[in-house]
T-cell receptor, first 108, second 116 residues
Framework: RKEVEQDPGPFNVPEGATVAFNCTYS??????FFWYRQDCRKEPKLLMS???SGNEDGRFTAQLNRASQYISLLIRDSKLSDSATYLC?????????FGAGTQVVVTP | NAGVMQNPRHLVRRRGQEARLRCSPM?????VYWYRQLPEEGLKFMVY????????ESGMPKERFSAEFPKEGPSILRIQQVVRGDSAAYFC??????????????FGPGTRLTVT
């Protein structure tokens, strides 16, 4: 089993709709989690940090389920600019373990 | 506050040559990390350095790859005798400090290495 697993997608989302996707992790001792976004294989950019049960930032909501060892990301009122690959990231003693990413394509 | 800087942005090397990639962390950051992203794959950790120290190099290939972060100047990732399989995007990240209570890492624009 991989350390961090994500559905690769693509998730095709009409503009204005809501999309949600999950990430599962294998290390039950992990305490913090991150969502990064990557555009066209440019540098990953930090989107959200999750240290407790969840976090909300505008249209983006991250939820953490420790019992089932998954993190979800929900995007409300999708914009065309939300089209990107979303990377689930689990820190491990300083280094980051990346999922392979979930591709989201927002269509007009 | 300038972000993480990497140069060159694009590097072309012939098989057997050396590639040298540079990374300057964000101001005030003393922790540097290198990641590699092969075509059609996710990012993989390579090495974690502090000034003059290698903290974790568990992701570095055993041969031809080395990294340093000197007291003065940028961090350097060196690949000797490059092969076609080394073609990838190499990203550097930096953080303010790290511990078990992790701190966010911020990424540079990457160096895209092409080996011909």
């Amino acid at each position: 089993r991989k350390e961090v697993e994500q559905d690769p997608g693509p998730f095709n989302v009409p503009e204005g709709a809501t999309v949600a996707f999950n990430c599962t992790y294998s290390n039950s001792a992990s305490q913090s989690f991150f969502w990064y976004r990557q555009d066209c294989r440019k540098e990953p950019k930090l989107l959200m940090s999750v240290y407790s049960s969840g976090n909300e930032d505008g249209r983006f909501t991250a939820q953490l389920n420790r019992a089932s060892q998954y993190i979800s990301l929900l995007i409300r009122d999708s914009k065309l600019s939300d089209s990107a690959t979303y990377l689930c990231v689990v820190p491990s003693w300083g280094k980051l373990q990346f999922g392979a990413g979930t591709q989201v394509v927002v269509t007009p | 506050n300038a972000g993480v800087m990497q140069n060159p942005r694009h590097l072309v090397r012939r098989r057997g040559q050396e590639a040298r990639l540079r990374c300057s962390p964000m101001k005030g950051h003393s922790h540097v990390y290198w990641y590699r992203q092969l075509p059609e794959e996710g990012l993989k950790f390579m090495v974690y350095l502090q000034k003059e120290n290698i903290i974790d190099e568990s992701g570095m290939p055993k041969e031809r790859f080395s990294a340093e972060f000197p007291k003065e100047g940028p961090s350097i990732l060196r690949i000797q005798q490059v092969v076609r399989g080394d073609s990838a995007a190499y990203f550097c990240a930096s953080s303010l400090l790290t511990s078990v209570a992790f701190r966010e890492q911020y990424f540079g624009p990457g160096t895209r290495l092409t080996v011909t």
